[in-house]
């Protein structure tokens, strides 16, 4: 089959296209015949080794994939040959055929077409659990994005209108701020322009945000820290923009916050029942229309540095898709 390969954690810049053997399913396994696979910013980690998950050199790599399955290990109950599903990895969604537990992989609506379903598991499965089980977003309340218009944060934008949150979405320029309009955020901060936190302030009146969602930190999580309010909850999913901060004690307890550390992969084996509770709501949701996922690249697997690229230098908004 073929591959994008990483022989050396160099970045994405070494990877190769190669013909590798098709991959054999354990016994709680299932085999699947990739048809499309999203990239997350997990990716420009993983094939640098600066990812928790190391695979062993060579792999690919590839968090996530929709297809159809080809081939059920002996133990495998809930899922036959033929079947369309989308499915959760450790690696391996860059290639014609990708192995995964049973336990991560859902099956898709026959109306849901294969790039789409790529797009949904890593960055809405971390956005639904994360607000819905985490953070406990309720209806009222009002809800700050950071990176709203990245393939994690404009998830979180959705399912915050979802679920009937005040949505404050902060983003780089105007055209990121416009996809984040047009998914449903109800006021727009761009992070440009300076004063967060004071604009927050200003649009809550004065009283600050009940929940933030930020996979951005630096000095936007410091933003948020001083703009959220009391007895307030934030949701810390990652660090895109490369520092990470270090968390007053102080400010937590006078203003009663709750700094919430989020490592959604890891319910994957910590509480996988409250995925799949997770998922059923969200899949819901994706197929009576309340929540459309956007993909605004495709690319061909030959192409796959062109992906990477433009995920890393932050040109794509939503998910960036390698279809196959």
Not at 45 to 63: A, E, H, N
Not at 144 to 167: D, N, P, Y
Not at 213 to 224: Q, R, S
Not at 270 to 278: F, K, V
Request: one cysteine or more.
């Amino acid at each position: 089959m073929k591959a994008a390969v990483c022989t050396s954690l160099d970045g994405y810049e070494s990877l190769e296209i190669m013909d590798v053997d098709i991959p054999t399913p354990k016994a709680n396994q299932v085999l699947i015949r990739v048809q499309a696979s999203a990239l997350n910013f997990a990716d420009s980690l993983i094939v640098k080794g600066k990812y928790q998950v190391k695979p062993p050199l060579p792999f690919s790599p590839g968090l996530e994939c929709a297809g159809v399955i080809e081939q059920v290990g002996s133990d495998v109950t809930n899922f036959k040959v033929g079947d369309r599903v989308m499915a959760i990895l450790d690696w391996g969604g860059f290639a014609e055929y990708a192995v995964a537990a049973e336990h991560d992989v859902f099956p898709i609506a026959d109306n849901l077409d294969f790039t789409t379903a790529a797009a949904i598991p890593v960055a809405y499965g971390t956005s639904h659990h994360g607000l819905r089980m985490k953070a406990g977003l309720k209806k009222g309340e009002t809800l700050v994005v950071h990176g709203a218009a990245g393939g994690v944060g404009l998830t979180a934008v959705e399912i915050g209108k979802r679920v009937g949150a005040t949505v404050i979405a902060t983003a780089g320029g105007a055209e990121k701020l416009a996809i984040c309009k047009e998914h449903g955020a109800d006021h727009l901060i761009d992070y440009r322009d300076g004063g967060v936190r004071e604009k927050i302030k200003e649009l809550t009146d004065g009283l600050g945000a009940h929940v933030a969602y930020d996979p951005v930190g630096g000095d936007l999580f410091t933003e948020t820290l001083r703009s959220t309010r009391q007895d307030g909850r934030i949701l810390v999913v990652g660090f895109a923009s490369g520092d990470i901060p270090q968390i007053p004690a102080n400010i937590m307890m006078v203003k009663n916050i709750t700094c919430i550390g989020y490592h959604w992969g890891a319910y994957r084996t910590l509480d996988p029942d409250s995925l799949r509770t997770s998922f059923a709501e969200l899949m819901g949701w994706i197929e009576d229309g309340s929540l459309k996922p956007h993909v605004s690249m495709t690319f061909g697997l030959d192409n796959i540095k062109e992906a990477y690229a433009a995920l890393v230098g932050r040109k794509s908004t939503g998910k960036v898709v390698v279809t196959l």
